[in-house]
């Protein structure tokens, strides 16, 4: 099994790091024909021949109904399952050939995750919590820490980093997540439901804080039932039954199977209950 290397994340001034930019065209994420089946006496096909690329830059919705492969998505994507069949790429490197602590290192350097639940440790400032971001991936303590009182500061919540998350409202709590999955620069975000625990106000600034960082360059995938809120983001794949039904932009211009690896509006017989 192949080993890569663990590299700390870039936080120098002037350093070129993965999503710094929204012009590349370099693809971040790739998934080729993936599937992925659970045996069972009949076995559960929760994802079926999944093909697109999400490139350096882009803010795109996964959007879907329960049980429609989203969750199943989310953690092939994020490495946290192997795909049954198919390609999985993140940065150009095929993750499929990688032992379990090569994956650890590529989801520590290479991916950020935020989570609905935030999963923040109550005993800790949100300092602390974003810093925990670095935990796994090399770096010093002291580095660690100034790195989250960046990345607060990138969310708006610099002023709230010796407050404990009991103190913080729902919204401010997710903020702290973003700024967890964002300190280490990562190739890529994926937000699970980021507005799924909180309340409409609460829920709108936190769209409107991801389409910023989107404007600042940052690579960012939203799973989501949430219409309205896919609604709002530049870039729409749609599940159903475990397939890729449609992979459109907001403009609805161009064929996206030229730029995303699907033709918008394929539909594809069910497949079966999925996750």
Do not use: C, W
Not at 7 to 13: C, F, V
């Amino acid at each position: 099994m192949s080993v890569i290397a663990s590299t700390p994340p870039a936080g120098g001034e002037g350093q070129s790091t993965p999503g710094a930019s929204g012009n590349g065209n370099d693809v971040v994420l790739e998934l080729h024909e993936v599937t992925k089946t659970y045996p069972a006496a009949a076995p559960v096909v929760a994802l079926s021949s999944v093909s697109f690329r999400v490139r350096q830059g882009e803010l795109v919705a996964i959007i879907g109904p329960s049980g429609s492969g989203k969750s199943t998505l989310l953690h092939v994507m994020g490495t946290l399952e192997r795909p049954t069949g198919g390609a999985v790429r993140i940065t150009g490197l095929d993750v499929a050939g990688l032992d379990d602590r090569s994956l650890s290192v590529v989801r520590a350097t290479r991916i950020g995750f935020v989570f609905q639940q935030f999963f923040l440790s109550e005993h800790q400032t949100v300092l602390d919590n974003v810093a925990d971001g670095l935990l796994y991936a090399g770096v010093a303590a002291p580095q660690r820490r100034a790195l989250a009182a960046r990345s607060l500061e990138r969310v708006g919540l610099a002023h709230r980093a010796s407050f404990r998350p009991t103190k913080l409202s729902g919204g401010e709590r997710q903020r702290v997540a973003i700024a967890r999955a964002l300190i280490g620069r990562p190739a890529i975000v994926l937000a699970d439901e980021p507005t799924g625990n909180l309340d409409s106000t609460n829920g709108a600034a936190i769209s409107a804080l991801l389409q910023d960082l989107h404007r600042d360059g940052a690579t960012i995938v939203v799973i989501t039932h949430d219409h309205q809120l896919a609604a709002r983001l530049p870039r729409q794949i749609e599940m159903l039954d475990g397939r890729m039904v449609a992979d459109r932009t907001a403009a609805q211009t161009g064929d996206p199977s030229s730029d995303h690896g699907a033709a918008a509006g394929e539909i594809g017989p069910a497949v079966g209950r999925t996750r």
